[in-house]
Each structure stands twice: as C-alpha cells, then as structure tokens.
C-alpha cells in the first residue's frame, strides 16, 4: 500500500531516541561522595606480640639439637643493648650524636641480620624497654627484627618491686 | 491558503524574514562523557574501599609509628580496640573514654573499669562461634600515639594480659619503604 507523501516523510525524518541518563546521574552523585568518604588513604597494618612467660621446665629429655640460644635486646634511652644466651658479649650499640641525638637503627638493623645468619633456628628475640622509651622507638624496634627473620617478639617490660623498710 | 508554521517571524516592517530568539530550541547537554568518567571513578573507588573502618582507618588526631612488616589477625580473632593517646583513652569502636594515662596509672577504679570493660567484650567474644564452627579468639589491638612513653604501653599489656587477652597486637601505618623506618 503507497503511503500518502506527507506521512512518509515523516516517518524518515525521527531521530533516534536518546537514552535517558539523569537518573543515572543522581545515582552516581549519592554513590561517589559516598566512596570517597570511606575510601583507605592511608593503609594500616598490625604487628603481633607475645607476652613473656616463666621459663617452662621439663620438656622432651630425647633432644638431639640444643635448644636455640635466646636473644635479648634491651632499649634504653641512649643506646641499644644485644645479649645473646650464654655469651659474655654484649653489642651496644649508642645513639648517633651527629647531627641531633637519634637511634642508630641502620646499625641495629644489620647486627641483628647478622645474629640471625649465626642463630639461624632462632625465630624469636625478646625486648626489654626502658620505661621513658617511646613507643615509636619500640615499633622501629620490633619492625626491624621481624624483618631480619624474628617473627616472634617476646615483650618483657623491666618489673620494678618495691620494698618497705621496716 | 495560509499555511502555519512553527517559525514565529516579524513582519512588522516588511523587509527580510527574522526568526524569533525566545522560541529557539534549547540545545540539550551532552552529558555521555561525564558518565563515562564517572563510572571509571565509581569502579576505581569500589576496588579500594574497606568496609572495616575502624581498624583501618587513623584514629583523629594520633600520629601513629610507621613498619614495613604487616601482619594478620589470628584466624578466627576479633579484635578489640583501645585508643590510646597522649591525654586520653579511648575503648572500643564506639570511643568510650575511660580517662587520661595518669589517672589510669594511679586510679585503681579506672583501671577496674577498663578491666571489666576488657573482661566483658572477651567472654563475649569467645562464646561467639565463627563460619567453621569454631570459637572466636578475643586479640588486642592497640592504637597508641608514637609519642608516648613505653612505661604506659607497659602498664597496659600486662592490665590486658590479666584479663586473658594471649593476643595483642600492635596498629601502625604501612609503608614499603625500609628507610623510612631505618630514619634514613
């Protein structure tokens, strides 16, 4: 059937439709300020430690391997303090005066790397903190052994007893 | 025959025709691009939000030491928070203070208040059981201000070590960069 000339040109003529994309829109401008604000900047991460216990006794009497010597490093205000089990030895090493007084960790960080190629079935160093250390020194601390191969960190804050002299 | 149109014209003086500025079709904006855009910035932020906010995000106002070794909680661990900055001590997610660092070294009811706070979140957990069937472990985590002395950090573990908390746990900011934490 012929269309009549008018209706044709009609029909030839329509756009296509666009899609309708406010709602969209209003969506995306809940969601995105949304995002942002629980969006990670910075990441934090965790560091795991254990507390100290008494020394156990007993244990299996059919060892062949003597049990690995214990290691401790002791942080004071001024120095760091390696001790390791059964050694005489002690590895100071003392704040770097150079410029303003600030922790040698470049130092800590190799004598402890070291320590671990001599105690190599060694996997855990205890810490002893000086009470007026500060925390950010103690993490550093922890950080730079679980790095060298000490993943367990036994904290062994110093006890202070106090007697009363009758 | 007249024949209308849409086009409004103005005859009023002869001369050429004129088409009317008022009536003109508005253009409409183009906004594909801007959803485009959008939608790249939509997924980008999908991929790297965390819905866990109050273990990953910086407590207000602390500046907190920076590690390059991370570690994960115990499988099977829930963590309990506690904020402690150089004035105040806050616990768990919904900020409870329980006071400053001297009044928690010297007042025994606070420190009683802080254990029993401890003590209450720690049965709860470990009566709570997990998708495997098994019972959660209650783990420390502590948030401290890198300024403080270790002797409060001291007093705290053991406080938390009475109450059973095995596993404590340090919060610090990541970083990949070992001279960061070597002070280089």
Redesign the interface.
């Given at each position: 059937m012929a269309i009549a000339p008018s209706r044709r040109s009609r029909i030839t003529k329509q756009d296509p439709r666009?899609p309708n994309?406010i709602p969209?829109?209003n969506l995306?401008i809940v969601?995105?300020p949304m995002?942002?604000t629980?969006?990670?900047a910075?990441?934090?991460?965790?560091?795991?430690?254990t507390?100290s216990t008494g020394s156990g006794g007993g244990g299996q009497t059919e060892e062949k391997e003597a049990p690995p010597k214990e290691i401790t490093l002791g942080?004071f205000t001024d120095k760091f303090e390696l001790k390791v089990e059964g050694t005489k030895d002690v590895i100071q090493i003392p704040i770097d005066k150079k410029e303003y007084p600030?922790?040698n960790?470049?130092k800590l960080?190799e004598s402890i790397a070291e320590l671990k190629r001599e105690n190599e079935r060694q996997n855990a160093i205890k810490i002893v903190?000086?009470?007026?250390?500060?925390?950010?020194?103690?993490?550093?601390t922890?950080?730079?052994c679980?790095?060298n191969g000490f993943p367990d960190i036994i904290?062994s804050?110093p006890v202070t007893k106090h007697y009363r002299v009758k | 025959m007249i024949r209308r149109t849409n086009v409004s014209v103005n005859r009023g003086r002869g001369g050429p025709f004129k088409r009317n500025p008022e009536k003109r079709k508005m253009k409409e904006l183009n906004i594909t691009s801007l959803i485009d855009i959008l939608t790249i910035l939509l997924v980008f932020m999908i991929k790297n939000v965390s819905m866990d906010a109050t273990s990953r995000m910086i407590p207000q106002g602390m500046e907190m030491p920076t590690t390059i070794t991370r570690e994960k909680l115990v499988e099977s661990g829930q963590a309990v928070v506690v904020k402690i900055y150089p004035n105040k001590i806050l616990y768990g997610r919904e900020n409870i203070m329980v006071g400053t660092l001297k009044e928690f070294v010297k007042d025994e009811e606070i420190r009683n208040t802080l254990v029993n706070y401890l003590k209450m979140e720690a049965d709860q957990i470990s009566k709570t059981v997990n998708s495997e069937g098994a019972n959660n472990i209650p783990c420390l985590l502590i948030q401290a201000d890198k300024t403080l002395d270790c002797k409060y950090i001291s007093y705290f573990i053991r406080t938390s070590a009475r109450v059973g908390f095995a596993n404590i746990y340090f919060s610090t900011i990541h970083s990949e960069n070992k001279e960061e934490v070597l002070n280089l």
């Open positions: 666009e994309l969209i829109m995306f969601v995105i995002l942002m629980m969006m990670v910075v990441h934090l991460s965790m560091l795991e430690i507390l942080l600030q922790y960790y470049v960080d903190p000086d009470p007026k250390v500060k925390f950010d020194t103690l993490l550093r922890i950080d730079i679980k790095d904290y804050p | -």
